[in-house]
Structure formats: structure tokens, C-alpha cells
């Protein structure tokens, strides 16, 4: 059974940057297919991107365009979501979510990881 | 806005049954699987339908999940109180090459 385990939560001035990290256990990171997920308090969920397997590269929303990268070490099974440029209205509870990497697009996300807290304040 | 419609809220009592509508277009849930999810306070997303119709493991039958056209509909019936939870709706867009994710349902369970 797989499970995701990410770090801990975060402060973080505007401008700077955080790296979450998410640890998989039950499988390796090359038989799924990693894409990460965020809530703002109290808003619903927005998908920041994942990894395509045809392609076998990372897609990435448009609106996150140039600020995420997403990143795995196999080494350690972990998966890495990095934002840059951080401003206030990235403050949110970052969640990984794995899928099948048989299909080109996601049918599903399960299971979550518990979720990172980043807060972005001065 | 969201690119998937939900109700904002829905409500029922105990025992009872309720749905939550989905609606999109032909570019998400018109040409791609619809899941389900359940957030539970404080908690993360769980999934509780996926391919539109399929349950999880563990997933108890009084969930099930429909699509009709660029629609899709979770149940759930025998309402309990531990049922209260937002629910979101999910799906591949096609045209905007993203997922999509519903605006999210409240249900209360008076």
C-alpha cells in the first residue's frame, strides 16, 4: 500500500522561495506518476502539475508557469515541488497526490499525502 | 470560477439520500474519466470514485458516481452524520491541457 509523507510546514517571507518535499513508501517513483495539488484556506483545489508519462516530462499549469518546478530524487523515492517568487496569496496547504502512470492524462489522484502548510507573510 | 460546476452547499437528514452535480463541457468531463473526492475537516482529499462509476477499495456502496454527457453526479445514500465533508469533482480538460477541479460541495447531514 503507498503511501506519501511530506515535510513540515513553512513561513516564508514574500519574494523568497520553499521546497516541499514528499516522501513515497510502498512503491518507487518510477512505478507512479507524482503531481501536486493546492488549497488556499478555505478555497477549493487547484492543480499545479504533475508528470506525464508519455511525454515523460513534468506539465505544469499555466498559472504557475515559471515560479514551479517539480523535481524526484529515485535515489530516496522523493518527490519535490518547489516555488519561487513567493507572495501572499500562495499561502496554502500544498499537497502531493500520485496516479497511474499507464494513461497519458490523470483519470484519478489517490492517495494524498497530508499536506504542507506554507505560509507567505512579512 | 471554476472550470466544473458544483453546488456550493447540500444538505439532508440522517438515512436520507443526496446527489451533487458536476457540470463541464465536452473538452473535460465530455471526453475524460470524472473522480470524486471526499475532504473531511482537517484532512486531506480522499478518493471515492474514479473512471465516473468505479469505487476504491474500501469505499463503502453507498457512494456511486455517474456521467451523462458533459454531467456528472455523485450519491450518496443512508446519510451519517460522519458523511459531512466537502466534495469535489475532478477531471482532464482537454483544450486547456490541465486538470480541473470542481468548486467544491458542503454537505451537511442535519
Known amino acids: 500500500q503507498v503511501q506519501l509523507v511530506q515535510s513540515g510546514a513553512e513561513v516564508k517571507k514574500p519574494g523568497a522561495s520553499v521546497k516541499v518535499s514528499c516522501k513515497v513508501s510502498g512503491y518507487t517513483l518510477t512505478e507512479i506518476s507524482m503531481h501536486w495539488v493546492r488549497q488556499a484556506p478555505g478555497k477549493g483545489l487547484e492543480w499545479m502539475g504533475g508528470?506525464?508519462?508519455?511525454?515523460?516530462?513534468?506539465i505544469y499549469a499555466q498559472s504557475f508557469q515559471g515560479r514551479v518546478t517539480m523535481t524526484e530524487d529515485t535515489s530516496t523515492d522523493t518527490a519535490y515541488m518547489e516555488l519561487s517568487s513567493l507572495r501572499s496569496e500562495d499561502t496554502a496547504l500544498y499537497y502531493c497526490?500520485?496516479?497511474?502512470?499507464?494513461?497519458?492524462?490523470?483519470?484519478?489522484?489517490?492517495?494524498w499525502g497530508q499536506g504542507t502548510l506554507v505560509t507567505v507573510s512579512s | 470560477q471554476s472550470v466544473l460546476t458544483q453546488p456550493p452547499s447540500v444538505s439532508a437528514a440522517p438515512g436520507q439520500k443526496v446527489t451533487i452535480s458536476c457540470s463541464g463541457s465536452t473538452s473535460n468531463i465530455g471526453n475524460n474519466y470524472v473522480s470524486w473526492y471526499q475532504q473531511l475537516p482537517g484532512t486531506a482529499p480522499k478518493l471515492l470514485i474514479y473512471?465516473?462509476?468505479k469505487r476504491p477499495s474500501g469505499i463503502p456502496d453507498r457512494f456511486s458516481g455517474s456521467k451523462s454527457g458533459t454531467s456528472a453526479t455523485l450519491g450518496i445514500t443512508g446519510l451519517q452524520t460522519g458523511d459531512e465533508a466537502d466534495y469535489y469533482c475532478?477531471?482532464?480538460?482537454?483544450?486547456?491541457?490541465?486538470?480541473?477541479f470542481g468548486g467544491g460541495t458542503k454537505l451537511t447531514v442535519l
Open positions: 508528470f506525464d508519462p508519455e511525454d515523460v516530462k513534468t
Open positions: 475532478g477531471t482532464w480538460d482537454s483544450s486547456l491541457s490541465v486538470w480541473v
Open positions: 473512471e465516473n462509476n
Open positions: 497526490a500520485i496516479t497511474s502512470p499507464f494513461y497519458r492524462v490523470p483519470r484519478w489522484f489517490d492517495p
